[in-house]
């Protein structure tokens, strides 16, 4: 039979205890990257503050762009992309581009979309004026 002493007993105890608490780490860290991925969307944000003029022309717009025929004829986030492409493809691609909206997901990009929208509205402005 193996003797250890009690030098050697504390030091093996002392081992097993790291080695457990390094598993769970690891265990938790999985667990939360695997959430990460799920919830965290990396987007470009765009400023925009909820103001009613906004809010209605932005509603304004995107009536215009949902009645087209070509919208029309679709549903769910098929409806909903076909509408923001319309809207402005540029802030499409900058927002949904990689990673596209699929039905049921809430669109917690929305904001940053009508940011880029006003902002390219702003931009458009600009290049009349200079024009
Ligand atoms: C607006 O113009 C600025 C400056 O030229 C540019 O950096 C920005 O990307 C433009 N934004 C949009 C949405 O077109």
Known sequence: MLQINHVQQR????LVCVLLIMDCCCILECLENSQAKRVLY???RFD????KP??????????ACDQREKCRQLV?????TC?????SEYCFNELYGID???????DVRLHSFKGCFFEEQYNMTKIKRIN
């Open 42 to 44: 990396h987007y470009r």
């Open 76 to 80: 769910g986030a098929a409806r909903t």
């Open 83 to 87: 509408g923001r492409q319309c809207l």
């Open 54 to 63: 906004q809010e209605q022309s932005f509603k304004k717009y995107s009536r």
């Open 11 to 14: 030091i093996l105890v002392t």
């Open 100 to 106: 596209e909206l699929e039905d049921g997901e809430i």
């Open 48 to 51: 925009y503050r909820k103001k």
